[in-house]
């Protein structure tokens, strides 16, 4: 039998809707005390770091290692930002990166959101075969295309340049998938009527199914951007030139295992790079965990 | 009997069909299908770039077979694969659960728990290694208990593949948490009020409610995070270099290496044809537990 104190627990606010319906039911004997220590412990854990990143990167290099540890800062030198950003071409790899991850985002939205509508809404021969095969590609894992694509990149003249960085990584599979996924759920009647209007089909596209998948377009769109934003492996074999390094590669050449750190510069450009991810997620949070959930792909 | 406006739509339906998915399909072939197939076939060559790859037929296998390096690669991958794919499962299980209770702050905390799977691989890499300086903030941290004034995190022989299993946890374990929440979330509360009128304890609840009713999630986890970790780079590359001594270099920074250190990529792409076959054997496993799944619930 259960025993009363859970019955306790089984009010009608329980009814109101269907989330954490186990805790609901099944409550912790609400221990707020002990509950509450957890969370501030594991917001310390998780927290911690990057609230470290964030003060080194104001400290002078002396302090940072200093004993006992200074969690606040005792010197302040929003200076580090702009030492760092000469220390080595990081506005270069910043506006690198930034032109990959836009020319990016925009592509695979676009040839995704093509490529989905036309598989959801459109019939023809082969139609299903070459669905399956796009969503096959998805099972290759990128290490395993790594070395056969660079060769395909060096065969085409684009190691060292944008495009080598840019057009492997315009389109992504699993954005087609959502694409289509997305275009299942749009009703035929409305296309067909603006065809016996007379619209052409590139404008049906464009004025009625585009517009009408703007909430997966968000998803796809922040995730394409954080996984190109994100990017390292594929930059770092991909260009050698410094004026073409991204932000990611960028980094880890200036912190060479042979050379001393310059630890403040380090976490003040970390910083940077981790601003535009930041902003994103605060505006966007929704579209943001959403893709997260939906997509599984991180990294 | 169709009208022409029919047969006019069932026509464009054809043309524009083909020509609205052309451009995806002309790019999965040139940058997916081509490379893969190519590699199959560069690891049946000696490659280096600079002259046409020469096929040898199967001596890149046999070669792997008795290379020390290939070897204790997969060793090392293994461990990191254990160390970084259990206990992110059971953490993040364990947190989501919390975070299902309602207390207030709960958005709070949950969105500032969700901040470690903003930052990318290299800036995770970078910080932690400023934390697991010897002289830095662990060390501080640690030092009553290891009463050691600077321990070596990242250059002994056994704490370094443990720090390195610690980082990719923490990193992970936000990232998991939030799927772990959207599969809780979406189990249908009648089962929950079924098991409480038979009087089940919350841990029975757990067991025999919760667990089979989370089965997809539970898979997709699992294999997310199994082909993940298989798959780590950033971390090796940044953090230790595979070092010390080769104790951290994983399959993925010995395809690296050999690809474009050595220059070997036929040696470099058989390693990438095991990693396939690998990978590919765990997402099949996958599927058909999908499949499963599916027959028996509906």
Redesign the interface.
């Known amino acids: ?2 025993s009363p104190d ?1 019955y306790s627990e ?1 009010a009608p606010a ?2 109101t809707g ?11 004997k ?1 221990n ?1 005390a002990a ?2 220590a ?2 501030c412990l ?2 310390l ?3 911690v ?2 609230y ?2 964030f003060t ?1 990167s104001f400290k002078a290099e002396s302090e ?2 200093a ?3 200074h969690w606040i800062p005792h010197s302040f030198l929003p200076q580090n930002y702009v030492d760092a950003f000469l220390a080595a071409p990081f506005p270069r790899y910043f506006w690198n990166s930034l032109l990959v991850a836009v020319i990016v985002v925009g592509s695979t939205v676009l ?2 959101a ?2 989905g ?3 959801a ?5 082969g ?1 299903r075969l ?1 669905f399956l ?2 969503l096959s ?1 998805m ?14 990149v ?1 065969q085409l003249g684009w190691t060292n340049s944008y495009a080598g960085l840019i ?2 990584g ?2 992504s ?1 699993f954005g ?1 998938f959502l694409m289509r996924q997305a275009c299942l759920t749009l009703p035929d009647e409305l296309m ?1 009527a603006a ?2 209007d007379g619209a052409r ?1 590139v404008g049906i ?1 464009i004025r009625i199914v585009l517009p009408l998948l703007k909430p997966a377009i968000a998803t796809l769109a922040i995730l394409t951007f954080l996984g190109s ?2 990017n ?2 594929w930059p ?2 991909v260009v050698t030139k410094d004026e073409l390094f991204t932000l ?1 590669v960028g ?2 050449v200036f ?1 060479q ?1 042979m050379q001393a750190p310059y ?1 403040t510069y ?2 003040a450009v ?1 910083t940077v ?2 601003l535009p ?2 902003i994103v ?1 605060l505006l966007l ?1 929704r579209y943001f ?1 959403e893709g ?2 939906v997509s ?1 792909l ?2 | 009997m169709r009208t022409w ?1 029919q047969r006019e ?2 026509y ?10 052309a ?3 002309l ?2 072939l ?7 197939l ?2 199959f076939y ?1 690891s049946l060559t000696e ?1 280096t ?1 600079l002259k046409p790859p020469v096929f040898v037929g199967f001596e890149n296998y046999t070669k792997l077979a008795g290379n020390d390096q290939f070897q204790n690669g997969v060793k090392v991958t293994l461990w990191f694969l254990l160390g970084t794919t259990v206990p992110k499962w059971i953490l993040s299980l364990a ?1 989501a ?2 975070f ?4 207030r ?1 709960r958005e709070f ?1 949950k ?13 995770v890499s ?6 697991l ?1 010897p ?3 662990i060390s ?1 941290l640690a030092k009553p208990i290891t009463r050691d004034p600077d321990t070596l995190w990242l250059s002994d022989r056994i704490l370094t593949p443990i720090s390195l299993i610690f980082v990719d946890d ?1 990193a992970g374990i ?2 998991f948490m ?2 772990w929440i ?1 599969g ?2 979406g ?3 009648v ?3 079924a ?2 009128i038979d ?1 089940t304890t ?1 841990w029975q ?2 067991l025999h ?2 667990l089979p009713l989370l089965r997809p999630t539970i898979l ?1 986890v699992v294999v ?1 995070s199994t ?2 970790s ?2 780590s ?2 971390l090796q ?2 953090m230790t ?1 595979g070092g010390p001594s080769d104790l951290t270099t994983t399959i ?1 920074l010995l ?2 290496n050999y ?2 250190n050595y220059f070997r ?1 036929g040696q ?2 058989a390693m ?2 095991f ?2 076959f690998v ?2 054997l765990i ?1 099949l496993i996958y599927i058909r537990s999908v499949r499963a799944e599916e027959t028996s619930y509906t």
């Open positions: 039998m259960a859970r089984y329980a009814y269907t989330r954490g319906s186990f805790s609901v039911h099944f409550r912790q609400a707020g509950l509450y957890a969370m594991g917001l854990f998780f927290c770091p990057l470290y990143m080194t940072v290692f004993m006992p540890v040839f995704s093509l490529a509508y036309g598989f809404k459109f019939d023809f021969p139609r070459a095969f796009i590609t099972m290759i894992p990128f290490q395993v295309l790594l070395i056969p694509l660079f060769v395909v060096h057009i492997p315009a389109l599979a087609v067909d065809r016996i089909e596209f934003w994100n390292f492996l770092l074999i990611p980094m880890t912190q295992p630890w380090i976490m970390s790079a981790t991810v930041v997620f949070q965990i997260v959930v599984g991180k990294g | 406006i739509f069932l464009r339906r054809r043309v524009y069909g083909v020509l609205f998915v451009p995806a399909m790019f999965f040139v940058f997916s299908l081509y490379p893969t190519n590699g560069l490659y770039l947190l659960m919390l299902l209770a309602p207390f702050g905390f969105t500032l728990y969700f901040t470690p799977t903003l930052l990318s691989a290299v800036v970078l910080v932690w290694k400023l934390l300086d002289n830095g903030v501080a923490w936000p990232f939030i799927i959207a809780l979330v189990i249908p509360r089962f929950y009020e098991a409480l009087g919350r609840a757990f409610v919760t997709f997310i082909i993940n298989f798959q780079f950033a590359y940044v270099r993925a395809v690296y690809g474009f990529m470099a792409a990438s044809v990693m396939f990978i590919i997402t």
